[in-house]
Nanobody, 123 residues
C-alpha cells in the first residue's frame, strides 16, 4: 500500500513557475515508477510526465516537454514536478501516481493516486 500526498500548487501568472511535490508513505517507494497527471474542469485526466524507479528515464507529454521537469529523491520518498513558463492552459488539478507496470502514459496502469493539488495560471 502506498499513500501519496501532493503539495505546491497555487495561483501563478503566465510565464511563472511552480514546483509540485509528492511525498509517498511506505517502505518500497523506490520500487515504483511515478507519474504526474492533470485534469481540467470538464476534461479527462491526462498524462503529464513519468519517471522510472531510479530516475534515469523520463517521459513527457508533448504539451509540456521543454517546460516541465520530473525528478525524484528516493531517500526522501518524494517526486517533484518543476513547471516553468506556465500557460493558462496548464490550469488543472495535478495528481501524482505510482505504478509497478509498464505503459507510463496510461491512467489505468497506475495503482495509487494522491488527492491532487490545484494549479491556476492566470493574470
Amino acid at each position: 500500500q502506498v499513500q501519496l500526498v501532493e503539495s505546491g500548487g497555487g495561483l501563478v501568472q503566465p510565464g511563472g513557475s511552480l514546483r509540485l511535490s509528492c511525498v509517498a508513505s511506505g517502505r518500497f517507494f523506490s520500487s515504483y515508477a511515478m507519474g504526474w497527471f492533470r485534469q481540467a474542469p470538464g476534461k479527462e485526466r491526462e498524462f503529464v510526465a513519468a519517471i522510472n524507479w531510479s530516475g534515469g528515464s523520463t517521459l513527457y507529454a508533448k504539451s509540456v516537454k521543454g517546460r516541465f521537469t520530473i525528478s525524484r529523491d528516493n531517500a526522501k520518498n518524494t517526486v517533484y514536478l518543476q513547471m516553468n513558463s506556465l500557460k493558462p492552459e496548464d490550469t488543472a488539478v495535478y495528481y501524482c501516481a505510482a505504478r509497478l507496470t509498464s505503459e507510463p502514459s496510461r491512467v489505468g496502469r497506475y495503482a495509487y493516486w494522491g488527492q491532487g493539488t490545484q494549479v491556476t495560471v492566470s493574470s
